[in-house]
Structures are given as C-alpha cells and as structure tokens.
C-alpha cells in the first residue's frame, strides 16, 4: 500500500533553515507529482508547494516563494522540502501528499518549530 513518511522537522530559530524528506512507497513514485502542505496551530491546511512527477514544473505558496524550494529524487523515491529564512509563522507540522488512482495519500507530519 502507499506510504509516505516525512521526516527532517525541529526546532529551529528565525532565519535558519531545515530540509524535510518524505520517503514514499506502495506506488510508482517517478510517475506522480508531490506536494508538501502544512497545518498551523488553529489554521488550514494549507498547500505549500507541489512538483511534477519529472520534477521539471514547481509551485509554491506565496507566503514561502524564494524561501521554500520542493525537489526530488525519483531514484530515491524521496521528495524533499529545502525550508530557508525561516519566520515564526512557518511553524506547523508539515505533511507530504500524493494524489494516486482517486485517492489523496497523507504521511504521519512532521513538526517544524521556528521560535527564538
């Protein structure tokens, strides 16, 4: 079955950086894209950036754009999320997300914590 298992979240201060990784499995990961959302303490979710299954297209959220960069390595079946300039407003538990044969596809989260 799908699995996506992230990983990489801390804690960290305002202006540093983490990368989190998201291992996936249970489908052909090279031929999907992938998407990084995130969930706020009273918040939506909200969608933070996606990428083709080639990893040539990229989006980002405004709020993160030329801060936040989503790669992958479909050798690897890993999509990663490069999280940089970080502000307090970035803490959240971040999920990855594939959306295969009809069904949307959540790992476990992981906490990312931006304070001073």
């Known amino acids: 079955q799908v699995q996506l298992v992230e990983s990489g979240g801390g804690l960290v201060q305002p202006g540093g950086s983490l990368r989190l990784s998201c291992v996936a499995s249970g489908f052909s990961f090279s031929s999907y894209p992938m998407y990084w959302y995130r969930r706020a303490p009273g918040k939506e979710r909200e969608l933070v950036a996606r990428i083709s299954n080639a990893g040539g297209i990229t989006r980002y959220a405004d709020s993160v754009k030329g801060r936040f960069t989503i790669s992958r390595d479909n050798a690897k079946n890993t999509v990663y999320l490069w999280m940089n300039s970080l502000k307090l407003e970035d803490t959240a538990v971040y999920y990855c997300?594939?959306?295969?044969?009809?069904?949307?596809?959540w790992g476990q989260g992981t906490q990312v914590t931006v304070s001073s």
């Open positions: 997300n594939t959306y295969y044969r009809g069904s949307d596809y």
